[in-house]
């Protein structure tokens, strides 16, 4: 409770200059209701009736229950808001939606960390920055939409750098032969168990035979090494029928990042 919702001096010289007792607690709860959550309650009275007898405690109000009167001018309420904001120096989220979104756009382009590490991320870079907290479904849709793009354009640029004979020879080995039950791609990625001279011979082989494909010569220097490697592992545990089934320019760079 002390860590969360204390108040200092300044806070309860802030706090004494209220006109009432409702106004007194309810304006040093909106205070450490922001503190704690990094976002003004719509309603300052949802607070946990434990934290509202501590607050109270503290600017010297005998009965909490005097609270249920701070509701019944909305002015108020804003009024004290605003003041607070100005007070521990927060700011709107409009004023810094612009620089998240380019913070975001940034992370995701060089992680690809997913929705849920991406929305994290984003509320503790706002809590850092004393950004006032939208409500949890709008961060998320736009948290989403900027790693969307991000991943759009990653996928665009390696697009771009693969040939038309390079996507040629990576759907070959997609492609199932007549009387057949694997693809080549399917056999290479079961590897060659065998330790014998044979086995040796064989894992060679596949190496080489990988190798005659040319994805080397491929310029993926326009993504970051880590986006590259993180594509060649998720390939790797996903069904190929399913790779088939995907995006064509997606599907052709996953196969390459693969094979890379």
Same mark, same amino acid.
């Not at 719509?42 to 609270?67: E, R």
């Not at 736009?142 to 991943?151: D, I, T, Y």
């Not at 996507?167 to 590897?191: I, M, T, Y």
């Given at each position: 409770?002390?860590?969360?919702?204390?108040? $200092?001096?300044?806070?309860?010289?802030?706090?004494?200059? @209220?006109?009432?007792?409702?106004?007194? *607690?309810?304006? %040093?709860?909106?205070?450490?209701?922001?503190?704690?959550?990094? %976002?003004?309650?719509?309603?300052?009275?949802?607070?946990?009736? +434990?934290?509202? $007898?501590?607050?109270?405690?503290?600017?010297?109000?005998g009965d909490p229950s005097c609270v249920k009167r701070y509701t019944e001018?909305?002015?108020?309420?804003?009024?004290?808001?605003?003041?607070?904001?100005?007070?521990? &120096?927060?700011?709107?989220?409009?004023?810094?939606?612009?620089?998240?979104?380019?913070?975001?756009?940034?992370?995701?382009?060089?992680? &690809?960390?997913? #929705?849920?590490?991406?929305?994290?991320?984003?509320?503790?870079?706002?809590?850092? @920055?004393?950004?006032?907290?939208? =409500?949890?479904?709008?961060?998320?849709?736009?948290?989403?939409?900027?790693?969307?793009?991000?991943?759009?354009?990653?996928?665009?640029?390696?697009?771009?750098?693969?040939?038309?004979?390079?996507? @040629?020879? *990576?759907?070959?080995? *997609?492609?199932?032969?007549? /009387?057949?039950?694997?693809?080549?791609?399917?056999?290479?990625?079961?590897?060659?168990?065998?330790?014998? /001279?044979? &086995?040796?011979? =064989? %894992?060679?082989?596949? +190496?080489?035979?990988?190798?005659?494909?040319?994805?080397?010569?491929?310029?993926? =220097? +326009?993504?970051?090494?880590?986006? +590259?490697?993180?594509? %060649?592992?998720?390939?790797?545990?996903?069904?190929? #029928?399913g790779i088939r089934t995907g995006a064509g320019w997606r599907r052709c760079? @996953?196969?390459?990042? &693969?094979?890379?």
């Amino acid at each position: 409770m002390e860590r969360f919702f204390f108040l $200092d001096d300044a806070d309860r010289e802030l706090v004494v200059t @209220r006109r009432g007792a409702h106004n007194r *607690l309810g304006f %040093a709860s909106q205070l450490v209701t922001v503190r704690f959550l990094g %976002a003004f309650l719509s309603d300052p009275l949802d607070v946990p009736l +434990v934290v509202l $007898d501590y607050v109270a405690a503290q600017v010297g109000v005998g009965d909490p229950s005097c609270v249920k009167r701070y509701t019944e001018r909305e002015k108020t309420r804003l009024e004290h808001q605003w003041e607070i904001a100005q007070v521990d &120096g927060f700011v709107s989220f409009a004023s810094a939606q612009e620089s998240l979104v380019q913070w975001l756009d940034r992370r995701s382009w060089t992680t &690809g960390d997913g #929705p849920k590490a991406l929305f994290f991320a984003a509320v503790a870079w706002l809590r850092e @920055r004393k950004v006032l907290l939208p =409500a949890v479904t709008p961060l998320m849709r736009l948290v989403a939409e900027v790693r969307q793009a991000a991943e759009t354009r990653l996928f665009d640029q390696l697009a771009g750098a693969v040939s038309a004979e390079q996507a @040629r020879l *990576l759907e070959s080995v *997609l492609q199932v032969p007549e /009387g057949q039950r694997r693809s080549q791609l399917d056999l290479w990625r079961r590897g060659e168990r065998s330790t014998t /001279g044979r &086995g040796m011979v =064989a %894992a060679l082989t596949r +190496v080489s035979s990988i190798a005659g494909l040319g994805m080397r010569r491929v310029d993926v =220097a +326009v993504v970051p090494t880590r986006r +590259v490697i993180e594509l %060649a592992r998720r390939r790797r545990h996903r069904s190929w #029928p399913g790779i088939r089934t995907g995006a064509g320019w997606r599907r052709c760079w @996953r196969r390459c990042g &693969g094979l890379r």
